[in-house]
């Protein structure tokens, strides 16, 4: 008998079984859809505190100006302090200096380098790192002192061709993930002549392992100088090192050598260029422009007098620091003239800066300041294909955002942002992606996210805990205002019934706290409401509270000194040049006045002075700030907390 083929006869399906799997469908669309509207809820709150905090850091800033002219009236005869905001050069001197102090003990098991570094060293740095080693001081300072010498000899703008058969890759900020930076490599191939790299800037700060990163795109950049691409970012500044970790990071890792560490660091940040320019077409730089943007005077600002990109331009015997070309150095009053003060940095200058290295684009037209981070601006569409056109460029790739897919595509194609760093606020909170960009063909978008944790978690499990992280960390903000807090809800309680509505609640909280997050849907996490729908508005502080080092002390007290710990750890470090951990009793009287007066804190200095006293445990007159700053710290009331031991008499 043959074969025969049998006709396949179309199957109707019955109404009901119909009805129930649209049923089904609608239903896990809803499911779905309200777990994506509480993840965008939870990322708003990490970004709107994360912005607050950059926007803490730039008022930080203007601080600095403000000390710098009231400082050297409490201490003529130092000059540490502005030689540590705009400090000198390290010179070959210093070089050859490290090489006898520093010597590699036998002892030492991590990766061994040969200079001049070569594609066997890439290698070997991989896999030490892999192994959790940790790369010799020695090797570190001679790293940062040839990666300053070769970024001497570079523009202000990398340039770079591609072609049909080698394109470049483009990576945003990967924030200290270590583990990112392996993907990547083992995705996309190690650097190469023929594996081109950009890195957009960002490249430490938040993440564990930025001394890692730093190491290995450095060493990549020695060996392929033509190949492999940094660009500045916001981060690659010591003043942000400080509130966002890379600065305890060396200091843990390479304790008595941190301090050389970080001051040819700091020499590193200054030198890197601003931007990458992609086959005459694609401009590659951090953040993003402003109206007034111009890169023909960018092509000639002298990029390394910005030690600090977060510093403007000081004022000095009654005008700025530009001065100097006529008298080549300048003094401030005080000071001796060895001193060092940046040279030829306009206002303009600086302002250019900040803007392409902190600013945002957004979907509303024209430009306006970027009132979320404090510094930059936000830049509309038509302000995007102005500048395009005035300097006959395609596209705009730029970093310095957190995307929930790793990259977006705004401004009609024209803006491209590109984020590397995934997991960025919590497990699971975002991918990580990086774009292959070649002559002559589309652009290449290629995401990941490096956990495997992350991928094999349903839905509601990875939500539940992208959530509760970002309340925890909100809740920490709130309690740093409780005084305040309770002020504005009793001044609408006008019935003194401790309820207010819902309405009212979330106007208090987002006129003190200052954070533009859905407060109403979020109110069910933070408050309870009674039947009526009216908030206990004191609930919000019923399961967390600031530990007090002295009982004695007033709350308000100690909710600004925890407010405010971020900004005066960074102040007394700067202070502290020699890194011992201690001030004297004037110090830090002097300081708390002027912090106090510049930030228009409302504290009694009698009561700042009796703390200062009770902090100083041996009566010897000196203060171990950084061990003060670690006694206040926030209660979780369902955590099972390790207590600091820290007591004060």
């Known amino acids: 008998m043959g074969c025969t083929s049998s006709s396949s006869k179309k199957t109707d399906v019955p109404d009901d079984v119909l009805a129930a799997v649209l049923v089904i469908q609608n239903w896990y669309r809803h499911y779905r859809a309200q777990f994506r509207t509480r993840e965008r809820s ?89 192994d959790k080693q940790i790369l010799h001081a020695c090797y570190v300072l001679e790293i940062l002192f040839e990666t300053k010498k070769v970024l001497k000899q570079m523009p202000n703008f990398n340039v770079v061709k591609t072609s049909s058969s080698k394109g470049v890759t483009i990576c945003g900020d990967l924030h200290g993930k270590l583990n990112d930076l392996f993907l990547i490599f083992y995705k996309n191939g190690l650097p190469s002549e023929s594996n081109a790299y950009i890195f957009n800037g960002d490249f430490v700060d938040r993440g564990n392992n930025s001394m890692e990163v730093l190491m290995m795109l450095l060493v990549s950049f020695l060996v392929y100088p033509n190949d492999v691409h940094l660009n500045r970012g916001n981060h690659e500044d010591f003043l942000m090192n400080m509130r966002y970790g890379f600065t305890k990071e060396i200091m843990r890792k390479y304790k008595i050598h941190g301090k050389k560490i970080l001051q040819i660091l700091e020499e590193v940040y200054a030198w890197l260029p601003i931007g990458t320019i992609v086959d005459e077409e694609v401009l590659v730089i951090h953040g993003g422009i402003s ?140 991918r990580g ?36 992280s970002a309340i925890r960390i909100l809740k920490e903000r709130i309690i740093s205002r409780k005084t305040d807090l309770t002020n504005d809800f009793q001044r609408q309680d006008s019935k003194k019934s401790g309820k207010l509505s819902l309405g009212q609640w979330a106007f208090s909280m987002k006129n003190v706290l200052g954070l533009n997050i859905p407060w109403r ?20 502080f019923s399961d967390i509270h600031i530990q007090k080092p002295v009982k004695e002390v007033p709350s308000a007290l100690i909710e600004t000194l925890y407010r405010y710990r971020s900004d005066l750890q960074i102040v007394f470090n700067v202070i502290d040049t020699d890194h011992s951990g201690l001030i004297s009793m004037e110090e830090f009287q002097s300081m708390w006045k002027l912090f106090s007066s510049h930030y228009k804190v409302h504290i009694d200095d009698n009561q700042v002075d009796e703390l200062a006293k009770r902090m100083d445990l041996n009566k010897d007159g000196s203060i171990d700030f950084n061990e003060f700053l670690k006694a206040f710290y926030v209660v979780h009331k369902f955590d099972q907390l390790t207590k600091p031991t820290i007591r004060f008499a």
């Open 42 to 130: 939870a990322l708003k709150i990490f970004q709107s505190i994360e912005y607050a905090d950059e926007q803490s850091q730039l008022q930080l800033s203007n601080f600095f100006s403000f000390l710098l002219q009231h400082y050297k009236q409490t201490r003529e005869n130092d000059r540490k302090l502005v030689n540590r905001l705009f400090g000198f050069a390290l010179n070959d001197r210093d070089r050859l200096d490290h090489r006898g102090l520093f010597e590699i003990a036998d002892c030492y098991r991590g990766p061994q380098l040969q200079f001049p570094l070569t594609f066997t060293d890439i290698e070997s740095l991989i896999e030490a790192y892999k």
């Open 291 to 430: 109206n007034f943007t111009d890169l023909n005077f960018l092509h000639c600002v002298n990029r390394n007098k910005m030690k600090s990109v977060l510093m403007p331009p000081i004022k000095i015997r009654g005008g700025y620091n530009t001065e100097s070309k006529k008298r080549k150095r300048d003094t401030v009053p005080g000071y001796r003239t060895t001193l060092s003060i940046p040279e030829d940095l306009a206002q303009s200058e600086w302002e250019q800066v900040v803007d392409i290295l902190w600013s945002d684009p957004r979907r509303k037209r024209g430009c306006y300041p970027n009132m979320s981070r404090g510094g930059g601006c936000y830049f509309g569409p038509d302000v995007t294909a102005e500048f395009l056109s005035k300097f006959n460029l395609k596209l705009l790739i730029r970093s310095h955002e957190c995307k929930p897919e790793g990259y977006e595509i705004s401004h009609d194609g024209k803006v491209i942002t590109v984020f590397s760093a995934s997991n960025y606020y919590a497990e699971g909170s975002n």
């Open 433 to 468: 992606a990086y774009i292959k960009l070649r002559r002559g063909t589309h652009l290449r978008f290629f995401q990941y996210q490096v956990t495997e944790a992350t991928r094999s978690r349903p839905l509601y499990q990875r939500v539940n805990t992208i959530e509760s």
């Open 521 to 540: 849907s979020l109110s069910s996490h933070l408050v309870t409401t009674d039947k009526d729908g009216n908030v206990d508005y004191m609930s919000c």
